[in-house]
């Protein structure tokens, strides 16, 4: 809960999340004043964000895990 006393945008990051979703939710800070990625081979995980927020990868190059790192957190490559 501490997350939404800060004044900026924050990013948390959930890898290799292949457990329950509960898990996971049992993190998510209430609010809309950050931004959370989660990564995990577990299909349920899609019922923790809209079918709008998630998308499912098969490969991913490197080159394309950077810009979606950089996305998430509002960033460009320009930013580096």
Do not use: Y
């Amino acid at each position: 809960q501490w997350m939404n006393t800060l004044n900026g945008e924050w990013l948390m990051i959930f890898d290799n999340a292949d457990g329950s979703p509960n898990t996971v939710e049992h993190f998510i800070p209430p609010g809309n004043k950050g931004n959370i990625l989660i990564t995990s081979r577990n299909p349920e995980h899609k019922r923790t964000v809209s079918a709008t927020n998630s998308m499912e990868v098969l490969v991913m190059s490197e080159e394309f895990a950077v810009e979606l790192l950089l996305k998430s957190c509002g960033l460009n490559e320009s930013h580096e």
